[in-house]
């Protein structure tokens, strides 16, 4: 399994915009990077995902780096709502099981 | 609503006691993944089901067990051999192969 670092917090404010850090630089050339973000006692929930280029859904974006050793978790315009622990997951293509590390806790200030 | 339901939400037990946790699916997944998050820790993989009537250790399979008698259930059981089961379990599944795992609320199993 390919290791990860993430800062263990950050803090942001609301209405502005959050870059989350992810170094994986031990990933190999088919595992994907999946962000996951676990809110106070509760389980986690899925953010998104990606293998080279970036991407967007509705709730962040995704930047990968272009040797892949790095990403970044892009949430455009943060809320309260979003104070959470975000895991950055590299995945083997096709395996099942997904490998959490202590991920970073983000604040979010009103 | 689809979703995962566990329960129940908190749970007490005196050691040397086994308990079995409940976890049902109504997603209609393949996948079922029991996982155990201890404070201010990251989630660690303690067996999974990718189909019914099979299973997998995990990580940390070790003084428990699991069943997968039904496609929609994944009971799990903290037997008396766990050295240190007070912990938050989450149950997760997935469809075959999907990019996704959906997770149910927990379980915060106390043990005196």
């Known amino acids: 399994d390919a290791k990860t670092t993430q800062p263990n917090s950050m803090e942001s404010n609301e209405e502005e915009p959050v870059h989350l850090p992810c170094n994986h630089s031990t990933i190999s050339g088919t595992d994907y990077i999946h962000w996951y973000r676990q809110l106070p006692s509760q389980g986690p929930e899925y953010v998104i995902h990606g293998l080279t280029s970036n991407v967007n859904n509705r709730m962040a974006s995704l930047a990968i780096a272009e040797d892949r050793k790095s990403s970044t978790l892009i949430l455009h315009r943060a809320t309260l709502r979003d104070a959470a622990v975000y895991y950055c997951i590299p995945r083997i293509q096709g395996a099942q099981k997904l490998v959490f590390g202590q991920g970073t806790r983000l604040t979010i200030n009103p | 609503d689809g979703g995962i339901t566990q329960s129940p939400k908190y749970l007490f037990r005196k050691e040397g006691q086994n308990v079995t946790l409940s976890c049902e699916q109504n997603l209609n997944h393949d996948a079922m993944y029991w996982y155990r998050q201890d404070p201010g820790q990251g989630l660690r993989l303690i067996y999974y089901s990718q189909i019914v009537n099979d299973f997998q250790k995990g990580d940390i399979a070790e003084g428990y067990s699991v069943s997968r008698e039904k496609k929609e259930s994944f009971p799990l059981t903290v037997t008396s051999a766990q050295k240190n089961p007070t912990a938050f379990y989450l149950c997760?599944?997935?469809?075959?192969?999907?990019?996704?795992?959906?997770f149910g609320p927990g379980t915060r199993l106390t043990v005196t």
């Open positions: 997760a599944s997935s469809s075959d192969r999907a990019y996704e795992q959906y």
